[in-house]
């Protein structure tokens, strides 16, 4: 069964660092594009940067600059890392292919920047 599980989030201080990973199973996802989305209280499901099966990448403006996506094909996981973490950043993040499966929409890990 086609499956990712989301880790790394938590809370951490303005300013601070996250590294989020999702790891799939099945072997097609080494050539798919991945993203991360996240979805903060009160508001619609958002992307926040995607990475092609050829390595290309692209970020949401809110976050270019402070966050970067990257993948290990050898482990088949995307990873995101989050630096100079703001308020703002305080959602649940999802992995899932660019564009979404809507099957393949997990639970997410909840990232919460406050001090």
């Known amino acids: 069964q086609v499956q990712l599980v989301e880790s790394g989030g938590g809370l951490v201080q303005p300013g601070g660092s996250l590294r989020l990973s999702c790891a799939a199973s099945?072997?097609?996802?080494?050539?798919?594009?991945m993203a991360w989305y996240r979805q903060a209280p009160g508001k619609q499901r958002e992307l926040v940067a995607y990475?092609?099966?050829?390595?290309?990448?692209t970020y949401a403006d809110s976050v270019k600059g402070r966050f970067t996506i990257s993948r290990d094909t050898a482990k088949n996981t995307v990873y995101l890392q989050m630096n100079s973490l703001i308020p703002e950043d305080t959602a649940v993040y999802y992995c899932?292919?660019?564009?979404?499966?809507?099957?393949?929409w997990g639970q997410g890990t909840q990232v919460t920047v406050s001090s």
């Open positions: 899932n292919t660019y564009p979404p499966s809507q099957l393949l």
């Open positions: 990475i092609t099966g050829a390595g290309s990448t």
């Open positions: 099945g072997s097609t996802f080494r050539v798919r594009a």
